[in-house]
Every structure is written in structure tokens, then in C-alpha cells.
């Protein structure tokens, strides 16, 4: 009878593999440190200038009553409930369309992906800010049906409107996911169903979005996470201002206005530790409710 033995180690194997992921282990010093030190500094006064002086709950509960925290909450929840959903139904239904067989299908899925690899740039939003300006595109569009020049970038009626506008154009992300998942459906199911009679909107309702569930969850929580910590549209469409009446004042561009402008950096990094409450919960939230809707294939 033979015994079998344990291949012997390689410590020279060993050795390139600490090596390739060295890199990971020197970008985590660099996360790790700043993020505790956020931790500690979100209970201390801190001005970049002077030391930290430790002041417990005060910037927390300084939050509460600031009002210009709320107005920056609310624009970023506005923003967010807005346009998440209506940025994955666009997503989705070109998804759709693309996967019933287009030509060209290559194509059209690098220029609608396009938008999200630019969305969030500087360029992007210059471009947008001009595309609606008072004799931009939009509104000389406008102009051949008689209406008015809008103010888009200036009027706090149309402002945030118009950075709802443009997140809905940068559904690519999604829509690539979304093809993706459309693919792996069968079409004997589609097929069983025409059998017995059900329409198009029946095979959606039925067949579709129970199979995609888990894809659409993935990409709503992918959404909300980025959506919240929306900060270069914000800041760029206003100059750094927050728009007329803050109403383009996200959560992190007041973040930075508060840390990097008037430097308060513990009520900054207070902030910074809000938010990430705000996304946990939500997200806690979401998975709560996605175990009523969202269907797995066991």
C-alpha cells in the first residue's frame, strides 16, 4: 500500500504570488489610514490648520440644524428617487430593443455605452451646460414650437432638471448588464407562452422582469450607490456654487465646500460618515425588499 503525500510547497511560487499582490496591499495602506482618520476626525473640531480637538456628537448633531445640510440632502434624494428609475427603464427598454436582433448590434451598443464612460466628466457637463444654455440646442429646438427661451441652467425651477436629464442619458452601463441578462433568457419561454395565447406585455410582465430580478436589483443598487455620491455634475453645472437657491447643491459638493473651502474638516468628515450611514441603510432596505420581488433560478 502506497501513501499518498502532500505535493511539496514552492516557496518560489509563493514568493510571485506576494509579489503580484503586493500593489493591492499598498493601495490598501493608503484607504485604511485615511479612513480611520476620518473616523477619528468627525468628533473632533479640525480646521487643517491647528490641531484636532476632540468635540464628541457636536458635528453630528450640528447637522441637524443646519439647514443648508438638509437642502443638500434633499436635492440628492430628489436627484437619486428621480433619476435611478427612470435612467434603468431607459436601460432597459433599449436593452430590449437591441436584443431583438439589430444590425450592427456592436455598434449601437459602443455609442449608447459611450455616455456612462463620460458621464461624470468635466467635458460632459461643459457640453451640457451649453447644449442648454439660454440659446443653446434645447431651447432653439423650443423656439419652432413658439416657446419661450427656458433658463435651464440658472432657474432653480428647471436647474436640477437638467442634471436629472442628463443621468438618464448615461444609461449605457445598465443597458449593457441588461443585454447581457436578456440573452441568457430562454426562448422556449417566450415561445410556450405566444402557445397559450399571451401578448407581449403578458411575456414581460410574466416572463421577463421575474427572470431579470436579480439583474435589475443588481443595477439598482449599482445606481443609488453612484447616484449618491454625485459631486462633479454639481459642481461644475454651478460652479462650485450649488446653483441659484443651492438647488444643484449635492450632498458631496457641500461636503467639499465645507471641508476644503471654509475648512471644516471634522464637520466634513462627519458628513462623510453620514452619507455612508444614509447609502448603508438604503441599501439595507433595498435587500430587505428585494427578497419580495427579486426571483432566483434554484
Known amino acids: 500500500m502506497s501513501l499518498v503525500t502532500a505535493a511539496p510547497r514552492k516557496p518560489r511560487q509563493d514568493r510571485s504570488g506576494y509579489l503580484f499582490i503586493l500593489p493591492w496591499f499598498l493601495g490598501m495602506a493608503f484607504t485604511v489610514i485615511p479612513f480611520f482618520a476620518s473616523l477619528y476626525l468627525s468628533f473632533t473640531d479640525y480646521n487643517l490648520l491647528n490641531a484636532p480637538s476632540w468635540i464628541g456628537l457636536e458635528n453630528f448633531a450640528k447637522m441637524f440644524s443646519d439647514a443648508t445640510w438638509w437642502q443638500s440632502v434633499k436635492v440628492t434624494v430628489v436627484y437619486t428617487f428621480v433619476s435611478v ?9 433599449i436593452a430590449m430593443l437591441l436584443n431583438r436582433g439589430v444590425r450592427g448590434l456592436p455598434v449601437y451598443r459602443a455609442v449608447f455605452y459611450l455616455p456612462s464612460l463620460l458621464g461624470g466628466s468635466v467635458a460632459l457637463v461643459l457640453l451640457w451646460r451649453y447644449i442648454f444654455g439660454l440659446d443653446g440646442i434645447v431651447n432653439s429646438f423650443l423656439g419652432f414650437f413658439g416657446i419661450e427661451k427656458i433658463a435651464w441652467t440658472s432657474d432653480p425651477d428647471f436647474t436640477l432638471t437638467t442634471l436629472i436629464i442628463l443621468h438618464i442619458w448615461t444609461f449605457g452601463s445598465p443597458m449593457v448588464i441588461f443585454l447581457a441578462g436578456l440573452r441568457q433568457i430562454p426562448a422556449m419561454y417566450y415561445e410556450a407562452a405566444a402557445i397559450d395565447g399571451a401578448n407581449k406585455w403578458m411575456q414581460f410582465r410574466k416572463i421577463t422582469l421575474p427572470l431579470l430580478s436579480p439583474i435589475i436589483f443588481f443595477n439598482l443598487i449599482q445606481s443609488l450607490i453612484s447616484s449618491f455620491q454625485t459631486f462633479t455634475q454639481g459642481y461644475i453645472f454651478s460652479g462650485g456654487k450649488g ?16 471641508g476644503f473651502e471654509q475648512f471644516h474638516m471634522g464637520y466634513a468628515s462627519a458628513m462623510a460618515w453620514m452619507l455612508l450611514i444614509i447609502i448603508a441603510a438604503f441599501t439595507a432596505l433595498n435587500f430587505l425588499l428585494a427578497k419580495k420581488w427579486v426571483h432566483y433560478d434554484n
Do not use: E, I, R
Not at 85 to 93: K, V
Open 85 to 93: 428609475p427612470l435612467s434603468l427603464a431607459m436601460a432597459l427598454g
Open 243 to 258: 446653483g441659484a437657491a443651492n438647488s444643484t447643491l449635492f450632498y458631496n459638493l457641500y461636503l467639499y465646500k465645507q
